[in-house]
């Protein structure tokens, strides 16, 4: 089964830009869709279809998807975006695929 | 708006068998796909399986064949997950959602329930 890797943790200041990376292979032929989850949360849509915002996300958060690598950017990064973040795949084995998720830290 | 109700939270003993509801409502049921995701404590997301609008297909993580069965409802509205053999690796919050594609998969997740606990221990 497809395999998605993302780094246990980032650390950003507020103000500044922080990069969440999604690792698989040939990931950029597929739909990537990326999730926050805060502590005691259901998880919620913030990218779908690797750049689309649903609505009410702000537009500080953006996606990007090219070979190996899908990454989310949340730019101006605010205390409140303070969470878990992961990436899924559809496969074409008709199963979504979840990565092992990233927490966000703001300094 | 778009509302996903769970049921509440269950206690099983190990080898036994749960099943959660997720009712939902503010939408045409029968447009999206729907999904099981579940979460251990301090972990991360697990999806489990999808059933299609009008329950008639559905696709399951493998390690969970043969213990999952997803149905859904269409007069009120609702869809089930039940889990058989429980043991205490199951012991998870379990989320259904919904698909945003209407009458895809694959477009994400952009509707969650409350969540449901199931703990099974002895």
């Known amino acids: 089964s497809y395999v998605l890797a993302q780094p246990p943790s980032v650390s950003v200041a507020p103000g500044k830009t922080a990069r969440i990376t999604c690792g698989g292979n040939n990931i950029g032929s597929k739909t990537v869709h990326w999730y926050q989850q805060k502590p005691g949360q259901a998880p919620v849509l913030v990218i779908y279809?690797?750049?689309d915002r649903p609505s009410g996300i702000p537009e500080r958060f953006s996606g990007s998807n090219s070979g190996n690598t899908a990454t989310l950017t949340i730019s101006r990064v605010e205390a409140g975006d303070e969470a878990d973040y992961y990436c899924q795949v559809w496969d074409t084995s008709g199963h979504y695929v979840f990565g092992p998720g990233t927490k966000v830290t703001v300094l | 708006q778009v509302q996903l109700v769970q049921s509440g939270a269950e206690v099983r003993k190990p080898g036994a068998s749960v099943k959660v509801s997720c009712k939902a409502s503010?939408?045409?049921?029968?447009?999206?796909?729907m999904q099981w995701v579940r979460q251990a404590p301090g972990q991360g997301l697990e999806w489990m399986g999808i059933?299609?609008?009008?329950?008639?297909?559905?696709n399951y993580a493998q390690k969970l064949q043969g213990r999952v069965t997803m149905t859904r409802d269409t007069s009120t509205s609702t869809v089930y997950m039940e889990l058989t053999s429980l043991t205490s690796g199951d012991t998870a919050v379990y989320y259904c959602?919904?698909?945003?594609?209407?009458?895809?998969?694959?477009?994400?997740?952009?509707?969650w329930g409350q969540g449901t606990l199931v703990t099974v221990s002895s």
């Open positions: 959602a919904r698909d945003l594609g209407i009458a895809v998969a694959g477009w994400g997740l952009d509707s």
């Open positions: 503010g939408y045409t049921f029968t447009n999206h796909y």
């Open positions: 279809y690797v750049t």
């Open positions: 059933i299609n609008p009008s329950g008639d297909r559905t």
